[in-house]
């Protein structure tokens, strides 16, 4: 499956934005879908996923502000992200489990797939 991530760029501090993962192929609603995002230094952290029924799951310290979602017949996964803060800025990827597959959906070894990233950068 090949994932390509959109929706990235510059927004001051208290914007807003939504990035979007779109998925190829036909196996998309039974995958769990995941973002991740690294910021420069920093190693690759899990921001949110969804499951395949559509149970979601956040980093504690991103819920309230962050919200994924899925469309199952457009094959892709949405990350609406409010109130950023400049510590939000980072390269967010999107992720995909293997169809059927998937417990801790907040592990990078859960996910066999990456999109590319796209850049968010938060100015304060």
């Known amino acids: 499956v090949q994932l390509q991530a959109c929706g990235g760029g510059l927004v001051q501090a208290g914007g807003s934005l939504r990035l979007s993962c779109a998925a190829s192929g036909r196996t998309f609603s039974s995958r769990a879908m995941g973002w991740f995002r690294q910021a420069p230094g920093k190693e690759r952290e899990f921001v949110a996923a969804i499951s395949r029924r559509g149970i979601t799951y956040y980093a504690d310290s991103l819920k309230g502000r962050f919200t994924i979602s899925r469309d199952n017949a457009k094959n892709t996964v949405y990350l609406q992200m409010n109130s950023l803060k400049p510590e939000d800025t980072a390269v967010y990827y999107c992720?995909?489990?293997?169809?059927?597959?998937?417990?801790?959906?907040?592990?990078?070894?859960?996910?066999?797939?990456w999109g590319q990233g796209t850049q968010v950068t938060v100015s304060s």
């Open positions: 992720a995909a489990a293997d169809p059927y597959s998937g417990s801790y959906y907040n592990t990078e070894n859960e996910y066999n797939y």
